[in-house]
Nanobody, 126 residues
Framework: QVQLVESGGGLVQAGDSLRLSCAAS????????MGWFRQAPGKEREFVAA????????YYADSVKGRLIISRDNAKNTVYLEMNRLKPEDTAVYYC???????????????????WGQGTQVTVSS
């Protein structure tokens, strides 16, 4: 129904910036709220950021507020995560995810999202 493909990850130094992209296909992109999650080795998948279907509201984990920015371009069926002033603790596999906009659940819960990308690795060296 929905396919999500992340890109833009890589190896960077602390303080550097990256922009992750997630391209969606298969269904109307504007029908979905979108989220970014990350998972470090040996840890649970954790919420990073989310954006409503229209882009009117955004939500962030406390650990990334002020450094990471989520945005979307519905015309391009793409959601972005601008990552600034990266820290070693940001190292993780980053996943984008989609949920139906009418599904009234918490944005920060992985269980709220029905569709997931394959992930892209972000590694930040000190």
């Amino acid at each position: 129904q929905v396919q999500l493909v992340e890109s833009g990850g890589g190896l960077v130094q602390a303080g550097d910036s990256l922009r992750l992209s997630c391209a969606a296909s298969g269904r109307t992109f504007s029908n979905f709220d979108m989220g970014w999650f990350r998972q470090a080795p040996g840890k649970e998948r954790e919420f990073v950021a989310a954006i409503r279907w229209s882009g009117s509201f955004t939500y962030y984990a406390d650990s990334v507020k002020g450094r990471l920015i989520i945005s979307r371009d519905n015309a391009k069926n793409t959601v972005y995560l601008e990552m600034n002033r990266l820290k070693p603790e940001d190292t993780a596999v980053y996943y984008c995810a989609a949920k139906m906009k009418y599904y009234s659940v918490s944005y920060n819960s992985p269980d709220s999202y029905a569709y997931w990308g394959q992930g892209t690795q972000v590694t930040v060296s000190s």
